[in-house]
């Protein structure tokens, strides 16, 4: 199973909006005989390309044990059922790690298994294949992505100078681990008040990667130039207003390439909650948020942010922007009772800055 949870890693930026999966085949002497992971949307699942590596190499599957990371598919989407196929395919034995939380499977997939004959074990691995999966399991279950609020600050909280200057406060090993967790995500959000101030692209240029993760932008007023570096051709944009209507500006925006909604909430602006239910019905798992202090704020405020990917340079600042602004919407706490919990789930130094993972705490007990 180790190695199957390894092939799944290996396939973590490519497979979005499927899960990252992996499948190993082995004889009961305990010899690989096969192994694959999920391929990229509308391809082969992790169970197929191990069936197919098998038979590349010359080996019957008959008798066989497959470890597989989630549990086997029960149903036609973008592909048959692996299930079938590894019944068809004479496999004896099916050690998986979790079920899978799609309502179109959940358990749909041991039956059937099991009711051809084939023994099933479930468990082994399912803490790491749940949590290499988080953003699938949270828009299966929560109807939401998965939403990871990436800052990079100065060691006293500060995001940018007074002017706005931001470029560089970490170095080049925290930049790189930033586009790594760009790559996994489904999508990449900003505000338009990024877009207007830096002009970013906010693609994955310092690691390989198998596609380009969408990109969000909240603009409530429709600000975003339609000239702006990151309409890149192939990506989608998706862009959510407020109700204020600028048919012109929507125009030039959608020959871009754009796709502009309207989700206004009781004071005109974009509604957040409801973008994330929307982004979830566009298939979207991970949600990587690289904004202001600003936006930063408004989705912790309105109890939106799951996690914290921090990146901390050795650096005093003083006066400065800080990582998110009026995150309570009663105004400064007056006791620390009211401060947002969260864990510690990493802490790692990334040349000479540090890189914190933090989750809000009991978000992932869906």
């Not at 690989?32 to 391929?39: A, E, K, N």
């Not at 041991?110 to 999966?133: Q, T, W």
């Not at 992505?145 to 006293?156: E, G, Y």
């Amino acid at each position: 199973m180790d190695l199957a949870l390894a092939l799944a890693r290996a396939a973590q930026t490519r497979v979005s909006p499927n899960p990252a999966v992996g499948c190993v085949i082995a004889t009961r002497a305990g010899e690989i005989i096969g192994q694959g992971h999920t391929q990229v949307v509308g391809g082969p699942h992790a169970e197929i390309m191990a069936l197919r590596d098998a038979e590349a190499r010359g080996h019957s599957v008959v008798g066989a044990t497959a470890y597989v990371t989630l549990e086997p598919c029960s149903h036609h989407g973008r592909t048959g059922p692996c299930c079938d196929a590894l019944i068809a395919a004479g496999i004896k034995k099916v050690v998986a790690s979790i079920a899978d939380p799609n309502p179109l499977v959940a358990g749909q997939g041991f039956d059937r298994l099991r009711a051809a004959g084939v023994d099933v074990e479930v468990g082994l691995g399912a803490a790491e294949s749940r949590e290499l999966n988080i953003g699938f399991f949270s828009r299966m279950i929560r109807k939401t992505p998965w939403v990871r609020l990436k800052v990079a600050a100065s060691l006293d909280g500060k995001t940018a100078l007074d002017n706005g200057v931001s470029q560089w406060i970490t170095g080049e090993a925290a930049r790189t681990d930033g586009h790594a967790w760009r790559a996994r995500a489904s999508a990449v959000l900003t505000g338009v008040g990024t877009v207007l101030e830096d002009n970013p692209l906010l693609d994955v240029r310092l690691v390989e990667t198998g596609r380009q993760p969408h990109l969000v932008i909240v603009d409530s007023q429709l600000q975003t130039p339609p000239d702006a570096r990151l309409f890149v051709p192939g990506r989608s944009v998706w862009i959510y207003a407020g109700a204020r209507s600028n048919p012109e500006k929507e125009e030039a925006l959608k020959s871009r390439g754009a796709t502009v909604t309207h989700l206004p909430n009781t004071q005109g602006k974009v509604d957040l909650a409801a973008m994330l239910a929307n982004l979830a019905r566009r298939e979207i798992n991970e949600l990587h948020v690289e904004a202001g202090h600003k936006l930063n704020g408004s989705l912790v405020r309105e109890g939106l942010v799951d996690e914290l990917l921090v990146y901390l340079a050795p650096k005093f600042i003083g006066s400065g922007m800080g990582m998110a602004s009026h995150i309570h919407a009663a105004g400064p706490l007056t006791e620390l009772a009211g401060a947002l919990p969260l864990e510690f789930r990493s802490v790692e130094m990334l040349g000479p800055d540090l890189r914190i993972v933090a989750r809000v705490t009991a978000r992932d007990t869906f």
